[in-house]
Nanobody, 120 residues
Framework: QVQLVESGGGLVQAGGSLRLSCAAS????????MGWYRQAPGRQRELVAR???????DYIDSVKGRFTISGDNAKNTVDLQMNSLKPEDTAVYYC??????????????WGQGTQVTVSS
């Protein structure tokens, strides 16, 4: 009953920028956590950045100073502005959210993934 719709992936040269967006649709009552993970070929999926209820922002060290995550609670969206992209940022990026719905309660949701490719 909740879907995460992602947009903004693509191909960019090193040093360039991309902006990923994720929108939660359906019977959304409250978003507890919303953010982005990524998975490169042959690697485990890792958290990139997230927004936690109350406004706390988390980033992995490798993207600090380059990526900025922001949320719009009224629109049930989260954006990830990615600047100074590096080839090692290449991965499939997945939107993730923990969302409370009625009457089901809090559940984890994943987007289908969007490819980000950074060329050298």
């Amino acid at each position: 009953q909740v879907q995460l719709v992602e947009s903004g992936g693509g191909l960019v040269q090193a040093g360039g920028s991309l902006r990923l967006s994720c929108a939660a649709s359906g019977r959304v009552f409250k978003i507890n956590v919303m953010g982005w993970y990524r998975q490169a070929p042959g690697r485990q999926r890792e958290l990139v950045a997230r927004v936690i209820s109350g406004g706390k922002l988390d980033y992995i060290d490798s993207v600090k100073g380059r990526f900025t995550i922001s949320g719009d609670n009224a629109k049930n969206t989260v954006d990830l502005q990615m600047n100074s992209l590096k080839p090692e940022d290449t991965a499939v990026y997945y939107c993730n959210a923990n969302i409370y719905t009625f009457p089901q309660g809090s559940q984890e949701y994943w987007g289908q993934g969007t490819q980000v490719t950074v060329s050298s």
